[in-house]
T-cell receptor
């Protein structure tokens, strides 16, 4: 079974400050990990993903995340927050087996606020 | 990637009625998914809809309540039947264009309010 826990339902940072959104996962198989962003009244947009290989992955809009197997974590970071980063962020996990069929298990989401 | 559209974008419905949501993709894809996002909550997978086979439903979701059609590789519908206020949610479809990477692209969602 797989699960995702996002620590903190709301995170508030000042513009220009570091953004850190936490995600821990549980998986009985090697995981694929994803971060999605949802802007108000919109669908989900993929920020970045980890499948295999390099554990530090870079995504769009200056975000990156590091897969740490020993900590079962996949935290999302951005060095300098911008007002346009205010949105809901979802971490998701799926199995890396072909037979997993693409099922995504989502965390509860973290709402990021950026203060001027 | 894939571009996905959904119709309607939002609707307000009366209790006991049914609503059919359409999902259209700009390319042929094998795997399509339907999710529900209840107010202030995360996404929950309702079912997987593969062309040529019956949809596979997740625990807690049944075909009588959420019938799904998948007539071809670019289109799917989800019907929310005999609606109650608890069905008020955003319903999203997604596709996985490249099998094996589990990367999904999402439509804009259908915001449903049941009175």
């Amino acid at each position: 079974a797989q699960s995702v826990t996002q620590l903190g339902s709301h995170v508030s940072v000042s513009e220009g400050a570091l953004v850190l959104l936490r995600c821990n996962y549980s998986s009985s198989v090697p995981p694929y990990l994803f971060w999605y962003v949802q802007y108000p009244n919109q669908g989900l947009q993929l920020l970045l993903k980890y499948t295999t290989g390099a554990t530090l992955v870079k995504g769009i809009n200056g975000f990156e995340a590091e897969f740490k197997k020993s900590e079962t974590s996949f935290h999302l970071t951005k060095p300098s927050a911008h007002m346009s980063d205010a949105a809901e962020y979802f971490c998701a996990v799926s199995g890396s087996s072909y037979n997993q069929g693409g099922k995504l298990i989502f965390g509860q989401g973290t709402e990021l606020s950026v203060k001027p | 990637s894939a571009v996905i559209s959904q119709k309607p974008s939002r609707d307000i419905c009366q209790r006991g009625t049914s609503l059919t949501i359409q999902c259209q993709v700009d390319s042929q894809v094998t795997m399509m998914f339907w999710y529900r996002q209840q107010p202030g909550q995360s996404l929950t997978l309702i079912a997987t809809a593969n062309q040529g086979s019956e949809a596979t439903y997740e625990s807690g979701f049944v075909i009588d309540k959420f019938p799904i059609s998948r007539p071809n590789l670019t289109f799917s519908t989800l019907t929310v039947s005999n609606m109650s206020p608890e069905d008020s949610s955003i319903y999203l479809c997604s596709v996985e264009p490249d099998r094996g990477y589990n990367e999904q692209f999402f439509g804009p969602g259908t915001r449903l309010t049941v009175l």
